[in-house]
């Protein structure tokens, strides 16, 4: 607010005391503009009487063409047994919301002994069996662990957020000793409107 004056002033720089100093700013939103005003004092006491007016504005996210899903990292190595954080962002023109499934899968997409993952929209994750003919399911931060032969999914450390047209989905995955070797990600993705981006080769990942 402008015209406040030094003493009443809430908000103060970290560190102070020097010529600069600077804050990190929390809550901003796309596609608005902020004013903020500044005043310093000396170590006698005196300070300023005008402010000094800091403004900016955070761009718009821009709307996508279609519905895509992409994956980070896409490309890597890990050892079995240890956990790689795998974050797959499906972004819709229609916005995060209309997001209604994200699938992956790691080596194959369908059939025995892959590693195929399944987001419902909600807070409800699931994972393929071994014969690939059933799923299995636990609730994203649930202190639980879902997992086929082929990996396990620590739900805990797992979640599912949307900002804007992106919905992004973190998985933290371990993979077995008996998956080894170069595996393709495969990534889908579907919205309420229907529309899906059809099952797509995303990126590889090592297991050691």
Known sequence: MAGVTYPTMPYTFSPTGGTTSSASLLGLAAGNSYAYYIRCSDSSGNYDTSDYVVSFSIASATAPNSLGVTVSPSSGSGTHGTAQVFTFTAQDPNGYGSVSEVDTAFGAISGANTCR???????????LNNAGTGWTSGTLGSGSTLSNSQCSINLAASSASGSGYAETISLTIAFSSTFTGTKAIYGFAADKAGKTTNWLTLGSWTVN
Do not use: A, E, R
């Open 117 to 127: 993952i399944q987001w419902d929209g909600g807070s409800t994750l699931y994972v």
